[in-house]
């Protein structure tokens, strides 16, 4: 019980921030979102060393915040001089450093060092900048409701799929990933995620009944994926938790699994479905 009222205090809290921060908006979420990309990358980089893999520290660093940068709403367009976003250039020059950095001091297993840094950089900074991007996704005021459909969602498939296992669950979902996860309940967060999508497009006007369901279907597939592809990266470097930063819930890697996924997803949803219209 205390865990469990542990837990629920941190998530209140962190909700609550979380809220304040969308709604003051970009200059409010930058500094937020490069403290949360630099922590997970912290996390990321212990898990590594407890498995003797190394990493180029400063780099993941300097080239995550870039990457949380450039995606702030006035730096989303085409460079004139480049073929993709600002993001891709960050990375693309991120990717350039890290080879010309091995091929002039390489030392030992360089090309793990290219790869796992590159990796670190894709999953937690480039993932995170889709915050900001679906914060301003068409503008800056309805922004503030196409973000909340994600967490709302993910907490739902959350709840859902706690309760679904618990009471249900039988099946093993991935019981060589996640020996916890159940298909009862995974089907119980996606039962409760869509209701959550169906009420709140109900009083929006947003969608209709079938669009949020292939919304439902897709944001708990992604928060699903996105927690059990963390518990993979956690068996594989031998590690229980990401970190022990949040009281109840472990590191801040533990905490947005889930997000880093739905997000993503969801601003695409977003783009081929609404806003191609």
Request: proline share 5%; charged share 15%; with cysteine.
């Amino acid at each position: 019980m205390e865990s469990l009222s542990t837990r629920v205090l941190t998530s209140v809290v962190a909700f609550s921030v979380i809220s304040v921060l969308v709604w003051l908006g970009a200059y409010a979420m930058l500094p937020a979102l490069a403290f949360v990309s630099v922590m997970c990358l912290y996390e990321y980089i212990r898990m590594l060393d407890r498995n003797d893999i190394d990493v180029r520290r400063i780099s993941l660093a300097v080239f995550g915040t870039a990457l949380i940068v450039a995606s702030l709403p006035g730096l989303r367009d085409t460079p004139p001089w480049a073929g993709g976003s600002w993001r891709e250039v960050v990375l693309t020059v991120a990717f350039g450093y890290l080879l010309v950095v091995e091929v002039m001091r390489p030392g030992e297993r360089p090309l793990e060092r290219i790869v796992y840094s590159m990796f670190g950089l894709l999953y937690i900074p480039w993932l995170l900048g889709y915050f900001l991007l679906l914060r301003y996704s068409p503008d800056a005021q309805g922004g503030l409701l196409y973000f909340a459909l994600p967490l709302l969602a993910t907490f739902a498939a959350d709840i859902g799929g706690y309760f679904g296992g618990f009471y249900f669950g039988r099946r093993k979902l991935a019981p060589e990933v996640s020996p916890g996860k159940t298909v009862e309940g995974a089907v119980g967060g996606l039962a409760l995620s869509f209701l959550t999508v169906l009420l709140i497009s109900s009083l929006t006007q947003l969608w209709s009944p079938l669009e949020s369901l292939l919304y439902s279907i897709l944001v708990a597939s992604a928060s699903q994926l996105g927690d059990l592809s963390e518990s993979l990266i956690k068996r594989a470097l031998r590690t229980k938790d990401s970190g022990s930063s949040l009281p109840g819930h472990g590191g801040f890697l533990d905490r947005i699994d889930s997000l880093l996924f739905a997000v993503p997803a969801t601003y695409l949803f977003l783009h081929i479905s609404v806003f191609s219209r």
